[in-house]
């Protein structure tokens, strides 16, 4: 019976009781148990015969040779190191005497019998096999086979030392053998598991062949020799075994002495000499079971690399072209630095270049040769990878090509290469990497085949149309340039070497970056084609600036336009072996940055930065936010690499500053907070480069910048990030003390480095903010408008071209739609308001004929500001006053800068429009004497351009949309009188329709004359502020203003307030100096003044004596003489001023009355008007006497407002409002403008009632003429008296019914049933309900 001497899980190491995954041991009878745990099947793989020995024959043995063991121990212990495994496990067998075997797992010998339990009754025939343990039987080798690596594992999972022991019989114990005893059996146990496993090799899976390569590792740690002996006798002994079974054993080979830190000498030279003999071999197994046998000898590289060494040498050297398993191992060599050791590393390299030198000969040998170009063009397992073997070849012939003198055997050889397959990738940067070794030392004869080869037609014809057929030879031809240049670039002087092709070679890379997809970045295409761009800036002769400048935006379209990160990855995820997209990306954007820096470098001026820069500005602005982010990026890394490399040089100023500036502020308030980033820490290194230039940085800072990395340092990935997904942000200890400028906010920022620029960058700055604002982004205008604001606000008062500015802001604001965008963009014009006025006043004018909402609105924000408003007038009136007369009238269509004179008109027209803007409300009344002597004077000058006037361009003038600038005159003098408060005298002017006389040049006189009169007899405030600016007009070299001041100065004359600014000698010295000017019409003028009744007080009493004659002259029967003399009547009553006609005054009264229901249109309308003077000339103490007179007049008037004539309408409204305003009523502005401007029966009605509430003591009197004009044979003047006795009765019914005689009634029922036919509907509606109240009344008043 067999059973361990100890529970399993207590002879268990610690870290083996973790992993112990089999079942535990029990009391069994079964001796198959041993069998199988300790003494395994050991079954021949290859075929061989084996036999079976039954465990009781096993066990007899060993009990007879027990005797024989302990007595001849010492004589063997020395010998037993010197045996073979198979021996020592033969001499472990024989030894043992006891029919039953005991494990102890900690090592300890067992004193405990076990019962014998009875065995089974298997058979077995024993077959002697001198090196290998006897077999058991077959079915325990098939139990075996179908076991788990388990079986490995419990033999791992005992404690070391493992002892088999002799255990004794039932009826007898066997004597414990000796210590020296117990080494010898577990060597020997140790050799049989060993052994055991090597044939275990041949049917192993691969989970079972990586577990006995760990533990046969394992067993070499701590047996080195042991293991090393058994696998190399294993190979010498089984000569027949399998190749499959030896290439296996050749894996565990490489690994076990790959573990190993030491290994012995004797072993070296076994092991070297057995793959040596394997490594040629051929098998079924092909390539695969060489490169086994090869890699065993890479191994044996870390203990012995002298003897590999040499034998590798003496193999390459024959003279014949070597096997590939040697070029295997060379290549393996070369590309894993891990096998070498630091100092055999280098060895190995110069070993390599001696090879190359000696292998020069070679190449003259017709056999070598070709069989080198077959090796390099063959196919491999795989097109996608290199073998060792032909990587290690393109970098041997680049070598040998190297070394070689001769140059036509050189080019002849490259030809050859570049005209094999440039299908595959690997082939064709090996085919690179040949040429690139080759121009090391070669230079003129790679380039001269290299570009016979890029001239050729495939190649050009691949680049141009990137067939996918082609593909290869555009890859291919890439490679071969970047591996050309970088090793052009590294050789000593490289700088001097002239290449004459550079310009197509740029033309090649930028047509091949041309034609890239726009949606995918799947290959490494772009990025080393900016490789190659870059190499190439170092060479000469320079770029060409065109080419540059098509390349850079070829280049950064091609890269900047690609679509986002995640929708790049989209794109790979169909495929079966996806690109790195990340990386790509990353590699792609650093050589961006790369080529970037290269630039500056070989050319490190301001204006090479500024050309750079200038390709950059417009995806700066891009409309999408991962443009914009990339090209900021770029920005932020170049100014980095500036600042800290210090290479740029700083003797001239910045190109441009302030148009980097303005761009890197604006994206400082960008919508994406990585771009807000990346262009504050960009603007920190400008800042830093500014201070550089200026010569500002302390010493310090110097010296801690030039401890940061380069770009060709290891630190370069400092230089640049590829990626797009994450802010990139300052860190604090990047920044030295005087860094503060990257803590700041964006707004701080850039105050800092605008008090910096000069005025002329400043002025570049605002610009760019000024064209931001024409963007299509919104988010761009409000960022360019806060930055403009930013900009004006703190440097806007020196600044120059401030007019162009004012303009290029007009035209972008028409486009903003943003309103806080739009009122930002206005505060500008606000700021710049402060000390730039005229400037800006000048540049809106040409943009102020017509006047619209924009414009309208910039005026506004010129004058927000109360001085601003006042002196945007005022210069606005000089530029008016600037009045050239132009050669012709036709020229009206010219821009105000062609033509000055349509400066004045743009000038009157912005006046005209500002007078109603709320900033400007407060200038115009300060302003108001100025501005109005300046439009009557542009007035005449606008007569004075259309004199003469033809009828075809008046007629034009009326068809045309815009008004004309006669009709703009006059509104802005109406407007000015309107909205400052002086609509007394507008309503003079208006209600007498004595507006259109300033239409005509010859009435120009009339009508500055009415309006000064009526200012004057309005008592206007501002007489005396007028006068005080007549004087200075008086002396204007201009006529038109001479003219307008004489004009107004003689009707001021008759007010009382002249005097309190002019005295009385005064006024007569300037009326007499204007006698000897030399317009006659102003001569005429100052006399007219100078015989004024001011100076005449003697005057009034011999006109006041000429009225009774006159007024004799009413009666008569000429109806023009008549005219004459009423209109004679009112110029006497206007001379007579403030004196007036006195006593006579009733007599004009009565007489005036009378004619006014007169049959003659002409005499009714002078009546009128001089009725109307004379309440004019009336004071409160005459009114007295003349109020029944006034009161009588009212109805009159009222009723002849609807007269057919319009000369009586006109004089009949502003009589009736001369003699309201004469008695006070109120509202009299409401009055005014019912009396100018409305029609109908609401107008109606409120005259009516007007009258009614003030005259409520004349009543009957009004009642009664309303009843007389019944009797009119104007049927308007019968309408509208019977509408006033309806309106009357209505309201009054009582007081009508009792004033009325049958008569009357009689009279009201006709007249009204007359009105029901009127043609007017409302009229009809009204006099059907007025006879139907006639009736009621009628009928109350008989009862």
């Not at 298997?122 to 075996?144: D, F, G, W, Y």
């Not at 006109?1210 to 509202?1227: D, G, I, M, N, S």
């Not at 609401?1242 to 409520?1256: D, G, I, N, Q």
């Amino acid at each position: 019976m067999i059973r361990p001497s100890t529970s399993h899980r207590e002879c268990l190491r610690p870290e083996d009781q973790e992993t112990d995954m089999r079942p535990h041991w029990g009391h069994t009878s079964s001796t198959r148990m041993l069998t199988q745990a300790h003494v395994p099947n050991l079954p021949s793989s290859d075929g061989a015969g084996s036999t079976s020995l039954s465990l009781e024959g096993c066990c007899r043995h060993w009990s007879h040779c027990d005797l024989r063991v302990r007595s001849g121990h010492q004589r063997r212990a020395s010998a037993q190191d010197r045996a073979s495994p198979s021996v020592r496990i033969g001499l472990a067998i024989g030894t043992c005497g006891s029919p039953a075997l005991s494990l102890n797992m900690d090592g300890q010998q067992s004193n405990r019998s076990h019962s014998r339990s009875s065995t089974d009754g298997t058979s077995s025939a024993l077959s002697h096999n001198p090196r290998i343990l006897s077999h058991v039987s077959v079915s325990t080798k098939e139990s075996l086979c179908t076991k788990e690596p388990q079986d490995y594992a419990s033999l791992d999972r005992q404690s070391h030392p493992a002892t088999i022991m002799l255990c004794s019989s039932k009826s007898s114990q066997a004597s414990l053998v000796s210590k020296e005893h117990q080494l010898f059996m577990e060597e020997a146990y140790n050799s049989a598991i060993c052994f055991k496993m090597l044939q275990d090799i041949a049917t192993s899976d691969p989970l079972q062949l990586k577990y006995i390569t760990k533990k046969l590792k394992k067993m070499a740690q701590r047996t080195p020799n042991l293991v090393m002996e058994t696998i190399h006798d294993y190979f010498k002994d089984n000569a027949e075994i399998s190749s499959r079974h030896r290439f296996r054993l050749f894996q565990v080979l490489q690994a076990v002495i790959g573990a190993l830190d030491v290994l012995e000498e004797i072993w070296q030279r076994n092991f070297m000499q057995l793959a040596l003999e394997h490594m040629t071999k051929s098998t079924e197994l092909d390539d695969i079971y060489q490169d086994a046998a090869s890699n065993v000898l890479l191994a044996l590289c870390r203990h012995s690399w002298p003897a590999v060494a040499k034998h590798l040498e003496t193999e390459l050297l024959t003279g014949v072209f070597p096997h590939r398993s040697l070029l295997f191992v060379m290549g393996v060599l070369s590309s894993q630095e891990e096998l070498l050791k630091k100092e055999d590393r280098e060895s190995w390299k110069e070993l390599l270049s001696q090879m190359a030198r000696k292998s020069v000969p070679f190449l003259n040998t017709d056999v070598w040769s070709k069989e080198l170009l077959w090796s390099l063009t063959k196919s491999s397992r795989t097109q996608q990878e290199h073998t060792p073997e032909k990587a290690f070849l393109f970098t041997y012939y680049g070598l040998i090509l190297q070394a070689e003198e001769d140059s036509s055997n050189i080019r002849t050889h490259l030809k050859t290469l570049l005209e094999t397959s440039h299908q595959w990738p690997k082939q064709r940067e090996g085919i690179a990497l040949t040429v690139g070794l080759v121009a090391v030392r070669h230079l003129d004869d790679a380039w001269a085949i290299l570009e016979q080869f890029g001239r050729s037609t495939p190649i050009k014809w691949s680049l141009q149309n990137l067939s996918l057929k082609d593909e290869t030879l555009k890859q291919s031809f890439l490679t071969a340039i970047m591996m050309l240049v970088g090793a052009i670039s590294r050789s000593e002087g490289a700088h001097s070497y002239e290449f004459s092709q550079t310009s197509e070679l740029l033309e090649c890379l930028t047509t091949l970056m041309e034609k890239e997809p726009q949606d995918t970045l799947l290959t490494s295409i772009r990025q080393q084609a900016i490789h190659i761009v870059a190499s190439l800036s170092a060479l000469r002769p320079p770029m060409d600036v065109d080419k540059k400048s098509r390349l850079l935006s070829v280049c950064f379209r091609s890269i900047f336009a690609l679509p986002l990160l995640d929708a790049l990855e989209k794109h790979s995820c169909l495929f079966l072996e996806p690109p790195n997209i990340q990386g790509l990306y990353s590699q792609t954007m650093e050589a961006v940055d790369h080529m970037l820096q290269c630039f500056m470098m070989q050319n490190p001026t301001v204006n090479e930065l500024y050309f750079l820069l200038s390709h950059l500005y417009v995806w700066l602005a891009s409309e999408k936010a991962h443009e914009r982010q990339r090209a900021v990026h770029r920005c932020m890394i170049l100014f980095k690499f500036l600042h800290c490399k210090r290479c740029l040089e700083t003797k001239e100023n910045f190109r441009r500053m302030g148009q980097l500036v303005a761009m890197l502020g604006i994206l400082c308030q960008d919508s994406d907070r990585t771009i807000q980033c990346l262009s504050l820490e960009a603007m920190g290194h400008l800042y830093q480069l500014l201070m550089q230039q200026k010569a500002e940085v302390p010493e310090m800072e110097r010296e801690t910048r030039q401890e940061l990395a380069l770009p060709d340092a290891p630190g370069a990935a400092f230089w640049s990030s590829g990626d797009q997904r994450g802010a990139l942000l300052i860190p604090q200890d990047m920044a030295s003390k005087n860094d503060s400028i990257f803590f700041m906010s964006s707004n701080q920022a850039t105050k800092e480095i605008m008090s910096h620029l000069a005025m002329t960058e400043l002025t570049d700055l605002i610009w760019t903010a000024i064209d931001g604002l024409g963007s299509t982004s919104s988010s761009w205008v409000q960022a360019a408008a806060d930055l403009l604001s930013l900009a004006i606000q703190e440097h806007g008062d020196n600044l120059a071209t401030v007019g162009k500015m004012g303009q290029a802001i007009h035209h972008h604001l028409c486009a903003i739609q943003m309103p806080q965008a739009k009122e930002s963009a206005l505060h500008v014009i606000t700021l710049l308001a402060r000390n730039h006025i005229p400037e800006l006043v000048a540049a809106f004018l040409d943009f102020s004929t017509p006047l619209d909402s924009h414009s309208f609105r910039l005026w506004r924000a010129l004058g927000a500001e109360e001085p601003a408003s006042h002196l945007v007038l005022t210069v606005l009136m000089a530029w008016m006053q600037k009045r050239p007369l132009p050669s012709s009238a036709s020229d009206s269509s010219a821009c105000p800068v062609e033509k000055p004179h349509l400066r004045s008109l743009a000038a009157m027209n912005t006046i005209h429009e500002l007078q109603f803007a709320r900033e400007f409300k407060k200038a115009v009344r300060d302003t108001f004497p100025q501005l109005f002597l300046a439009l009557l004077a542009q007035m005449h000058y606008i007569m004075e351009l259309n004199q003469p006037t033809e009828p075809e361009q008046e007629q034009k003038a009326q068809e045309s949309a815009m008004p004309s600038p006669q009709s703009t005159s006059l509104e802005a003098l109406k407007s000015l009188l309107s909205t400052t408060g002086h609509w007394h005298d507008f309503a003079h002017l208006e209600l007498q329709s004595a507006w259109e006389h300033f239409t005509s040049i010859h009435t120009y006189p009339q009508a500055v004359g009415l309006l000064a009169r009526a200012m004057v007899q309005n008592h206007c405030k501002e007489i005396k502020a007028i006068v005080s600016y007549l004087l200075p007009s008086l002396q204007s070299q201009q006529e038109r203003e001479r003219k307008t001041a004489i004009l107004v100065l003689i009707e001021f004359l008759y007010s009382p307030a002249l005097l309190e600014v002019l005295s009385k000698q005064a006024a007569l010295t300037v009326l007499a100096q204007s006698l000897q000017d030399t317009c006659s019409e102003i001569r005429v003028a100052s006399l007219q003044g100078l015989g004024n009744i001011l100076f005449h007080t003697e005057k009034g009493t011999l006109l006041r004596g000429q009225l009774p004659a006159f007024l004799n002259g009413f009666f008569q029967n000429n109806e023009a003489v008549v005219v004459g003399i009423m209109g004679l009547v009112s110029d006497i009553l206007h001379r007579l001023g403030t004196e007036g006609a006195g006593a006579q005054s009733l007599s004009i009264a009565i007489n005036a009355r009378y004619f006014f229901d007169d049959e003659r249109d002409n005499i009714r309308a002078a009546a009128m008007a001089l009725f109307g003077d004379l309440v004019a000339t009336m004071t409160d103490r005459e009114l007295t006497g003349l109020r029944s007179q006034v009161c009588q007049s009212m109805v009159p008037l009222l009723l002849y407002l609807k007269d057919q004539c319009p000369a009586v309408v006109t004089q009949a409204k502003f009589a009736f409002y001369r003699c309201a305003v004469l008695l006070r009523w109120q509202p009299r502005h409401t009055l005014f403008c019912t009396l100018a401007w409305e029609t109908g029966l609401s107008a109606r009605h409120f005259l009516w009632t007007c009258l009614m509430t003030h005259s409520e003591k004349e009543f009957s009197i009004h009642l009664s003429q309303a009843i007389n004009y019944l009797h009119s044979h104007h049927r308007h003047i019968k309408t509208w008296a019977a509408l006033f006795i309806g309106y009357t009765t209505c309201y009054q019914p009582q007081a009508v019914t009792q004033m009325v005689n049958d008569m009357d009634t009689k009279l009201l029922f006709s007249t009204f049933k007359d009105l029901k036919k009127d043609p007017e509907p409302a009229i009809r509606e009204f006099a059907t309900r007025q006879l139907e109240f006639l009736r009621e009344v009628s009928a109350r008043s008989k009862k």
